[in-house]
């Protein structure tokens, strides 16, 4: 099934590596307007800089939809049960990097359709979890039937984890929803997708962070240190402005 195919291809990538982009161009937050200027920081503590930052991609003047699509898919199937919408009013994307290496986190920053604040919320929180949940379940089905592969991903995936972490929580009075695969390319190019809330101004902040053949971290545990402090840093700036 396409599923088992893509893993199959994920999987397979682990040794290799998967990049993500290089590109990078300066930045200006000074005309942003005050909701996202307080939701976009320019760098962290530990040298992640914002290096590019584009309007809602995709977004067409003459052509803009106030939402985005997500599906749910059966189990190991491309066939669809449910599709949501998730509004959008207005949005940015923020590509991060450390000095000298590739892009580390792919940060879309989104304000909800007024009064669909807390229904998108919900939409979000639903998802990532089913994500979460698939991911899991066809990796377990996937290394059963392949134990040399398995023992292989063994030796890599961080100590005392498991294969793929789910947290929900909060940081700063900030709600946050997260899974992590804790072998680097595991789950493809995402190696960790973050959700923070921002329900003073009707923001959700999606996070994606990458792995890359340039990178600061050489290991799965200096990444995971690394995310950490990524969320922390990023939720610290929106607890200063918010």
Known sequence: MANRIALAAFLAAIISGCAGGSSKEQT????????????????????LQLVALDWRPGHDLLNTKAWR???????GTNEVLRTERISIASGYRAMYAYPGT????????????????????????????????SKNALLAE?????PDLKAKIDKMKARGKDYITFERNNYRNFEYISYTANV?????GTISHIHIFVPKNDIIVT??????????????????QLRQQFLEGYIEYLAKSN
Do not use: C, W
């Open 28 to 47: 200006n937050l000074d005309s942003l307007p005050a909701a996202f200027r307080d939701a976009i920081p320019s760098g962290m503590h530990d040298g």
């Open 142 to 146: 996937y290394l059963r039937d392949n």
């Open 102 to 133: 590739e892009y580390f986190a792919n940060v879309r920053i989104e304000q909800s359709v007024p009064g669909s604040y807390h229904t998108d919320k919900k939409k979000v929180i639903d998802y990532i979890t089913y994500l979460y949940d």
């Open 69 to 75: 699509t997500v599906e749910f898919y059966k189990p």
């Open 184 to 188: 680097i390319g595991l789950t493809g």
């Open 207 to 224: 996070a994606y962070l990458l792995s890359q053949k340039k990178a600061k971290f050489a290991t799965i545990e200096e990444f995971l």
